[in-house]
């Protein structure tokens, strides 16, 4: 009688655990809302002023070709105010993504740096067409802000050629 119970017990155990409707979370639940907040920073370097104009941030997610535009503050930053510990929200969005595979900056004309006093243009070759691609493979899965922190490294993507003009080729790390 003993091994019948034990049998009967069992079998409605194994039962019970197979019940989809005692998972919280199945695969079909459409992702949670997630807010993705970009913020832009810089290492310390030696121009008086780099300025860089954003125009617009556009996002990529759950491996899908579909672009979403965040909140953006367009506008000119001058990344030097940005040191030391300082930040600056640039865009945000609310997205239900699973995951978050790229973000891409699109920037103006108004792009320039100051040396000795003097302010001069930046011109930036590809960013103004199609965007700045920063890749970033981030999950998003039961996150309720998601904090992506760019470090425009000015040092790195200043550069002052031949002619005395001087280009912008952005270098941007991931703070994560």
Same mark, same amino acid.
Request: proline share 5%; hydrophobic share 35%; charged share 20%.
């Given at each position: 009688?003993?091994?019948?119970?034990?049998?009967?017990?069992?079998?409605?155990?194994?039962?019970?655990?197979?019940?989809?409707?005692?998972?919280?979370?199945?695969?079909?639940?459409?992702?949670?809302?997630?807010?993705?907040?970009?913020?832009?920073?810089?290492?310390?370097?030696?121009?008086?002023?780099?300025?860089?104009?954003?125009?617009?941030?556009?996002?990529?997610?759950?491996?899908?070709?579909?672009?979403? %535009?965040?909140?953006? =503050?367009?506008? +000119?930053?001058? @990344?030097?105010?940005?040191?030391?510990? &300082?930040?600056?929200? $640039?865009?945000?969005?609310?997205?239900?993504?699973?995951?978050?595979?790229?973000?891409?900056?699109?920037?103006?004309?108004?792009?320039?740096?100051?040396?000795?006093?003097?302010?001069?243009?930046?011109?930036?070759?590809?960013?103004?067409?199609?965007?700045?691609?920063?890749?970033?493979?981030?999950?998003?899965?039961?996150?309720?802000?998601?904090?992506?922190?760019? %470090?425009?490294?000015? =040092?790195?993507? +200043?550069?002052? @050629?031949?002619?005395?003009?001087?280009? &912008?080729?952005?270098? $941007?790390?991931?703070?994560?």
């Amino acid at each position: 009688m003993k091994k019948i119970a034990f049998l009967f017990t069992s079998v409605l155990f194994i039962f019970a655990s197979c019940n989809k409707d005692n998972d919280e979370n199945t695969e079909t639940d459409p992702p949670s809302p997630t807010k993705i907040m970009v913020y832009m920073h810089d290492q310390p370097n030696d121009y008086q002023q780099v300025n860089v104009d954003i125009q617009e941030i556009k996002i990529k997610g759950n491996g899908s070709n579909d672009e979403y %535009d965040l909140e953006e =503050n367009a506008g +000119v930053y001058n @990344l030097l105010d940005y040191q030391n510990g &300082l930040d600056t929200l $640039i865009g945000e969005i609310t997205v239900n993504y699973d995951t978050i595979s790229q973000i891409r900056l699109v920037l103006g004309p108004e792009n320039s740096v100051m040396v000795d006093s003097v302010l001069y243009p930046m011109e930036t070759p590809s960013s103004q067409q199609s965007g700045l691609k920063i890749n970033v493979q981030g999950e998003l899965t039961y996150v309720d802000t998601f904090i992506v922190v760019l %470090d425009f490294d000015a =040092n790195e993507s +200043v550069h002052q @050629l031949g002619n005395g003009t001087y280009q &912008l080729h952005p270098v $941007i790390h991931l703070d994560e």
